[in-house]
Every structure is written in structure tokens, then in C-alpha cells.
């Protein structure tokens, strides 16, 4: 069966499952490169990177088709699994809107729906009673009306960003009560819940992250440069903000944490995953600064892989086969130089990437990824 494994691998390194971002907003670009269209440039970077599976989480006109394209193997690409156009407070503006938006992507055929801020508690009722009904998982933020808890006893599936829990928690205000986490953590547990973290991209959007860390990546250079302007404009302006906390950023960032690594210790599953493209967060890339970040957090090396493998795997287990290094299983693998259960960051010390069933030698890769930054360059 093409692209699917049949051999044990047999190397002095060590091949390991790819990371899968699981929580990627957006699916555009326009990297101008010979023989690559502008969105299959972005989805080459995150394959680059080992990350072999991205669930998008911002439908658009055509992303049906380009999924459709993308898991035929018809461009190198993740294997994609996209949740529609957004269910919030200017698109959803009463529960039998949010119903009729449910069953038409349902019957569009999206993967999931996809929650944002802004929903009523009556609109995402409506929203989760339907989708149960018809048979589509949704996922994302916990609007504020809704609260972690009340998201948790509806069945929503993935908390994304770990939202939620900082306000259920007065995380912004204090350092956060452990009686109460724990609850939380019991109670997240109980509901069979995921976590999407995206710490990375969080500490840029509270300001915790200083200006200087994040235009010094060198993987900006994948990025259109008035895109990294924006970025950087964006991120200047928060920090110069008249009501930005520098002290208040510095504890939401601390308690981000005990959170994320109270939900692991409690049996709450862990979905690897960035967000990107978003504020810094470069496709594929971005998962390395993740991985760092969940190092910090307390997390091994095994847990960190284990987050974007087989967990990942499991999650989506009713529409894949994939995760784990297996005969049968999806054949996408990274081969890396150094062992990364010592140490997570050896995972970006690349010797090429094996994508259903196809070989992508360092060389190849390099060759691209050279192309694409060229494309960015003045002429």
C-alpha cells in the first residue's frame, strides 16, 4: 500500500515519528519559488520540519479542494484535517444560526468546527448539542460566556492556548490556587478533553516575549518581509501600550505554565501544536520553539514527542493510521543526528524527512528551503 510502512528502519540514527502540529490557523502564503505554487511553499516548510499532520483551524474558500489535493499526495504537504469558517461573535448572531452553521459544514465536509471568542452560552449550546447530533468533533477557545467548565460539560474536545483556565483560575491576578487547578485538571480529565498549549505564540501575544528574541529567528527569512514587519509592529505596539504590564505578562506567562504542567501530570492528554503562521510563529519552525518551551515547563523529551506522535495519532485514529512506527501505519518519519529522547532539540538537527513513503534527503530539503528565502530577497 503506497505510503504506508512495511520495513523496520535500519540506521545508526535514529528515526523517530514527526511532529504533528495540531493547531494551525491558516493555510495561505505567497513565497514566489520555481515550480511551487505561493500555499504549497508554506505547507513545504512545515514538512521541512518533520510536521507530517496539521490540523487547520480557520476555514476559507478552496481550502476543501486544497486538503483534497494535499492528502492525494499531489504536492508535499502535511496531510491536512481543516475545521471551517469560524464559529463567533460576528458570525453567529443567534442559536438557530449557530445550528444551520453546524449542519452546512457538516455537509460541506470539513473535519471539525472551530470556536472562537464571542459566542453567547445559548449560541454554543446550540453550536455543541448540534454537532453532537450530526457527528462533527469542534474545538478551539472558550468564549467568555461559556467558561472552561461549562465548555468542558458540553464535550468541547480541544481547549486551544489553554484558554480558559487563566480566567477560571484569576491566573492573570495571582499566583493560581492549587485546591482549585487540581479540580480543574480532574474535571478536564473526566471530560476526555485535549489540550492544544501553543505556548510559544501565547508568550508573544501577553507580551512576555521581548521584541529583540523574536526578530532575531533566523527562520524569518521563510517569511514575506512585510509580513515580519507587521509582526514586528504588532509586537512593538503592545509592548508600548499605556495599559501593557510587564510584571502582569510575567505571571499570566508563570501560571501558564504550573497550568500546562498540571494538566499533563493529572492523565490530561497533550496535543503538540503552534498556531502558526501567526505573530513570529513560523510554519514548521515554530514547533521547535514549542518544544523548548515545554522543557521549561517540566516536561521530558519523551513526553514532548509523545505529544506530537502517538497522541496525535490517537486523536485522530477514526480517520488515520499514524503516530507510531509500525507496519500499516502512514510511512512519514524524520531522520535526525543525535538522540532527541537526551535532549528534544536534536529534532531540528535534520538528516531528511521520509513523507508518505518518499524520501527527502537533507540536500533536497536544504534546496528549498534556500529557494524560498531567496524568493524573499530584494531583487
Known amino acids: 500500500m503506497k505510503g504506508r510502512l512495511k520495513l523496520a528502519y535500519n540506521s545508526t540514527r535514529p528515526p523517530k515519528e514527526p511532529a504533528n502540529d495540531i493547531c494551525a490557523p491558516r493555510l495561505t ?17 512545515y514538512v521541512a520540519n518533520g510536521v507530517t499532520t496539521v490540523r487547520g483551524m480557520l476555514g476559507a474558500p478552496n481550502q476543501l479542494e486544497l486538503r483534497d489535493k494535499a492528502n492525494r499526495g499531489e504536492i508535499v504537504s502535511p496531510t491536512l484535517y481543516l475545521a471551517g469558517p469560524s464559529f463567533n461573535g460576528n458570525s453567529v448572531n443567534s442559536p438557530e444560526q449557530a445550528v ?77 490556587d492549587e485546591a482549585k487547578l487540581a479540580d480543574v485538571v480532574r474535571r478536564t480529565k473526566a ?36 509580513q515580519v514587519e507587521q509582526w514586528k509592529t504588532a509586537h512593538r505596539n503592545r509592548l508600548n501600550h499605556p495599559s501593557f504590564d510587564r510584571k502582569k505578562a510575567e505571571l499570566i506567562a508563570k501560571n501558564r505554565m504550573r497550568i ?60 488515520d493510521n499514524f503516530g507510531t512506527i509500525e507496519a500499516g501505519k502512514r510511512a512519514d518519519l524524520i531522520l535526525v543526528e543525535g538522540n532527541p529522547l537526551k535532549d528534544v532539540a536534536n529534532i531540528a538537527k535534520r538528516a531528511g524527512v521520509m513523507w508518505r513513503g518518499q524520501w527527502l534527503p537533507e540536500s533536497e530539503i536544504r534546496k528549498r528551503l534556500d529557494g524560498i528565502a531567496a524568493s524573499w530577497r530584494p531583487q
Open 29 to 45: 502564503g505567497s513565497a514566489r519559488t520555481e515550480g511551487m505554487h505561493d500555499t504549497e511553499a508554506v505547507l513545504f516548510l
Open 191 to 226: 471530560a476526555n478533553a485535549w489540550i492544544v498549549p501553543t505556548m510559544a505564540l501565547w508568550e508573544t501575544l501577553i507580551g512576555y516575549t521581548e521584541l529583540e528574541s523574536l526578530t532575531a529567528m533566523s527562520e524569518l527569512k521563510y517569511t514575506p518581509p512585510q
Open 100 to 176: 444551520s452553521m453546524v449542519r452546512q459544514q457538516k455537509q460541506e465536509g470539513w473535519d471539525l468546527l472551530k470556536v472562537h471568542p464571542g459566542l453567547t452560552r445559548d449560541e454554543y449550546d446550540a453550536m455543541a448539542k448540534t454537532a453532537k447530533e450530526v457527528g462533527i468533533r469542534f474545538a478551539g477557545h472558550v468564549p467568555a460566556d461559556v467558561g472552561i467548565i461549562h465548555a468542558l460539560e458540553m464535550g468541547q474536545e480541544t481547549i486551544d492556548h489553554v484558554d480558559g483556565y487563566i480566567e477560571y483560575l484569576n491566573g492573570d491576578a495571582a499566583p493560581v
Open 260 to 319: 500546562l504542567k498540571a494538566l499533563d501530570d493529572g492523565g490530561v492528554r497533550i496535543l503538540l501544536g503552534t498556531d502558526a503562521p501567526q505573530q513570529s510563529s513560523v510554519p514548521g519552525f515554530s514547533i521547535h520553539r514549542e518544544m523548548a518551551l515545554m522543557v521549561k515547563c517540566g516536561f521530558t523529551p519523551y513526553q514532548i514527542i509523545h505529544s506530537g506522535t502517538k497522541n496525535v495519532g490517537d486523536y485522530f485514529k477514526s480517520k
